[in-house]
């Protein structure tokens, strides 16, 4: 048998790229199963890899300079990323919370490093300044819930700036003291520096961009000159007695105003961090972490629980304490705790420079111990993170009930979007469509058919125009305007993304996948990629009979989901269909839910035969098995992961419509959820959204096995 650890590690430079490459493709796949951060996977699949681990690449050359590239383009991002807006408006108490989440966990974490982990001042220092900062990884939690501007996420961004760029100025000050003399002479000096740097940078580099920005429309050179302004102030901070982050950092901070956050230039600048910098350095930090030393140096455990505990206690106080003092309610403190609790980027990049400062004596200022401690910090502070703001999310929500209006005017954004790809579906989706729009604001349909770009797609786009041509003849039947796109497309899910957002669109109702063969999924292979990543209402059909046959809608209702934005919506869609059909409509759910349904019924549809049937519970969903019948419609009202009313219970959606409801028409509905706007990006968000968990997967072995 030959030996195939003599090929490692691999030292072909093509071969390294392909297994980068490789890693930054598949992590996310298996992280997102596994419900990890994708942060956290990139740099447990650079232990896996490295030298401490199955020993197929080493840490060359080029993970030092893409790696100094990633550490800058982190920092970067994170400046540009800030709203400064927000900030603006609340001055004083960001200044306190900022200070606060700052120094509380920075004295603690320095007379923890002195007394209880025996670290010299400067590595005491070092990991205060670690401590201090933090990431605010759970912001896209934030986002979906719609509470980005709620006074508790304003206050913690805000107060993430400040303690950020206060551990940046004393790890500048750490570095600057360990090259020269610390006396008087060097602080003079050293502030001054500090001084003229960030004074030019203000006063230069806004001005300059503003010329070129008006002179320059090329998207290519734009995104040089962000990348030649990113590494000027990088050089000139480092040639200042800085270190280059905080260069980075500041870069970011003075072209905050000059890149929307949605727009082309801020999508290429977080496109290229996230495909290629950034994991590249991800996957280098991994590549020095020593698992086996927890193993063999049981000293190190001692190390990774208090670093654990400080970071998380000191966060954890200067939340309360400050939620205490502004008055704010406690659940404002636990969403405060929760997003400044997370140490991601920032800490990654204060540790590397640790990793780097040599001293005096010879050994490095951070030693294995403590980029082990650091590290496990990440992953803890990450997955508290997370749960503390995913949990108080959900109750701001309900207790303070942010949910829309009941009297606001609906449909006044109505633009329907239809994606049709199978001829049998083409009549009773318009049809559907045609009866659920607002007749009163008469607009029109966009009827869409998307074809891969492949060898087939002129044969391919051909049936597509015959099915929008059967489509358009349907709307003008009903005297309904339709707008019709054929449409070329690598990937189907991006090409209905794409005109979606090009339309304007409100909403989408599409044709449920029909499975080709035994082992074809439930929702085919775009589907779940509409869903992650629209928004908005989506409306998914399978019609076993013609529509104007249905004698019955039974709707499925799961709890909470009053909360939603889009609720007022959907509701208003069914009780359209259920109007114009002239069938009944009974709703299955609770009873404070369908209590606001009857009442928004009564309001408006009143003349709808609406019945409501209490469900306690969705346990009991697959009960109305019983009572719907092959020309009754089933809609069922589910939710996206991460919104307030998602159950775990939606993984088994698919299982249990096949099993349950294969005779009836079907109507799924994804409703109006908040999250980030179509296309948005950032290097803490998660690369991939999986409907079902690798743990579900293994639940589901073992039930077959039994």
């Known amino acids: 048998m030959p030996n195939i650890y003599g090929y490692f590690p691999i030292t072909d430079p093509t071969l390294i790229f392909l297994v980068v490459l490789s890693i930054i493709l598949f992590a996310p796949f298996i992280m997102a199963r596994l419900r990890i951060p994708h942060i956290i996977g990139m740099v447990l699949a650079g232990t896996l890899v490295g030298q401490y681990g199955l020993n197929i690449l080493e840490r060359d050359s080029s993970f030092e300079l893409f790696g100094k590239v990633g550490l800058l383009y982190i920092m970067f991002l994170a400046g540009l990323e800030m709203n400064l807006k927000d900030i603006m408006q609340k001055k004083v108490r960001f200044v306190v919370f900022g200070l606060l989440t700052f120094l509380v966990p920075f004295v603690l974490g320095y007379f923890t490093g002195i007394t209880l982990l025996g670290y010299t001042p400067m590595a005491s220092l070092l990991l205060s300044c670690i401590l201090a900062s933090n990431t605010l990884i759970a912001y896209p939690i934030v986002l979906k819930y ?21 551990s940046l100025l004393l790890l500048a000050a750490i570095v600057g003291a360990n090259e020269g003399d610390a006396g008087i002479t060097f602080w003079i000096g050293f502030i001054v520096k500090v001084l003229v740097f960030c004074v030019g940078m203000t006063l230069i580099i806004p001005r300059v961009t503003r010329w070129f920005f008006r002179r320059c429309a090329d998207s290519v050179m734009l995104y040089i000159y962000v990348l030649l302004v990113l590494f000027f102030s990088a050089a000139m901070s480092e040639f200042c007695g800085l270190e ?13 105003r000059f890149i929307p956050g949605v727009s082309p230039l801020m999508n290429r600048i977080e ?36 670093i654990v505990a400080v970071g998380t206690v000191g966060k954890a106080a200067a939340a309360y304490v400050s939620c205490l003092g502004f008055k704010l309610p406690m659940l404002s403190g636990h969403m405060m705790f929760g997003l400044t609790e997370a140490h991601a980027a920032g800490s990654i990049a204060m540790t590397m420079v640790g990793m780097n400062m040599k001293m005096p004596d010879g050994t490095y200022l951070v030693d294995t111990g403590m980029l082990n401690g650091v590290v496990m910090m990440i992953l803890f502070t990450c997955i508290i993170s997370s749960v503390v703001v995913e949990n108080s999310a959900r109750d701001i929500l309900l207790k303070e009930k942010m949910q829309p209006d009941s009297n606001r005017e609906q449909g006044d954004d109505e633009k329907i979007l239809l994606p049709l790809q199978h001829e049998e579906d083409a009549h009773g989706l318009v049809t559907l469509a045609i009866i659920m729009r607002n007749k009163k604001l008469n607009r029109g349909l966009v009827g869409l058919n998307v074809v891969y770009d492949d060898i087939y797609s002129s044969r391919n786009r051909n049936a ?75 409306m998914i059909c399978r019609l076993t009979c013609p529509i104007n046959t249905l004698r019955r809608i039974h709707v499925a209702v799961p709890s909470k989901v009053e909360f939603e ?53 969705w346990k009991e969903f697959t009960e109305l098995a019983r009572v719907v019948a ?26 249990e419509l096949t099993k349950s409801f294969h005779d009836c028409s079907l109507m799924i509905i994804y409703p109006d959820q908040n999250g980030q706007p179509q296309d948005a990006m950032t290097f803490t968000a998660p690369q991939r959204q999986e409907q079902e ?5 293994i639940m589901k072995l073992f039930q077959k096995r039994k």
């Open 146 to 166: 719609g509470l980005q501007k709620h006074p508790a996420v304003a206050l913690s961004v805000g107060s993430s700036m400040i303690a950020l760029s206060l």
């Open 244 to 256: 280059g982050i905080f260069g980075a950092f500041l870069a970011g901070l003075m072209l905050n």
């Open 271 to 306: 496109f290229i961090g996230n495909a290629l910098f950034i994991p590249y350095f991800l996957i280098g930090v991994g590549m020095l972490i020593d698992i086996s030393v927890l193993f063999r140096h049981p000293g190190t455990l001692w190390v990774v629980f208090w």
């Open 464 to 538: 597509g125009r015959k099915i929008l041509e059967m489509a358009e003849t349907t709307a003008i039947a009903a005297d309904v305007r339709m707008q019709t796109q054929s449409r070329l497309a690598i990937n189907i899910a991006n090409g209905i993304k794409h005109a979606f957002k090009e339309n304007d669109a409100s909403e989408i109702i599409m044709g449920l996948h029909k499975p080709a063969h035994q082992g074809d999924s439930f929702w085919g292979a775009y589907t779940p990629g509409l869903i992650s990543d629209i928004n908005n209402q989506i």
């Open 565 to 617: 934005p889009g609720f007022y919506r959907w509701t208003e869609r069914l009780a359209r269909l259920a109007a114009g059909l002239g069938c009944r409509i009974i709703f299955h759910g609770r009873e404070t839910t369908t209590a606001l349904i009857g009442e928004y019924i009564r309001n408006r549809h009143p003349e709808v035969r609406a019945e409501y049937e209490l469900m306690q519970h």
């Open 630 to 655: 092959s020309d009754h419609l089933l809609a069922v009202i589910t939710a996206r992961p991460g919104t307030v009313s998602y159950k775990s219970s939606f993984e088994r959606l698919p299982e």
């Open 693 to 697: 968990s690798a743990y579900t997967t």
